[in-house]
């Protein structure tokens, strides 16, 4: 009987903790797309408006106008850092955001759109 009422617990906490999305969302990541750009790394995504990502990548956002913060990785010993970037968000596309530095060695970097690609799915409801 034990055993019962923990599954249906579990499955409960898991069903709450889902997000329910129709058929229209956004995604952001920060891995890296393309490889081509010197001195571009993934970038560590740390919120959109007013909610935190976390680890959740890529991480789905209604389409919208937002703040995103971002977080460099580590870069010749320095540590990482975060920049803000407002994002206008279109519907059914996935985005992955980079960190651009100057150069191989310096600190100095600004976040950037690394490659933007439709997601498999989605529909913006035009036809």
């Known amino acids: 009987m034990r055993t019962g009422k923990s599954a249906v617990m579990a499955t409960a906490l898991l069903l709450a903790a889902c997000q329910t999305w129709g058929p229209t969302w956004s995604e952001l990541s920060g891995a890296r797309y ?7 790394r993934p970038a560590i995504l740390i919120s959109v408006g007013s ?11 209604a389409p919208g106008t937002y703040r995103v913060v ?10 990482g850092s975060t920049q803000e970037m407002t994002l206008a968000i279109e519907p059914c596309q996935r985005y992955y955001i980079n960190a ?3 150069d191989p060695v310096r600190p100095v970097w600004k976040p950037v759109i ?3 690609e439709p997601i498999a799915g989605c529909t913006t409801g035009s036809k």
Request: a negative charge; proline letters at 12%.
């Open 34 to 40: 393309t490889s081509v750009a010197p001195d571009r």
């Open 51 to 61: 909610e935190a990502i976390g680890s959740v990548t890529p991480y789905r956002v």
């Open 70 to 79: 971002v977080q460099s990785p580590v870069h010749d010993k320095f540590p």
């Open 100 to 102: 651009q530095f100057e």
């Open 114 to 116: 690394d490659y933007v």
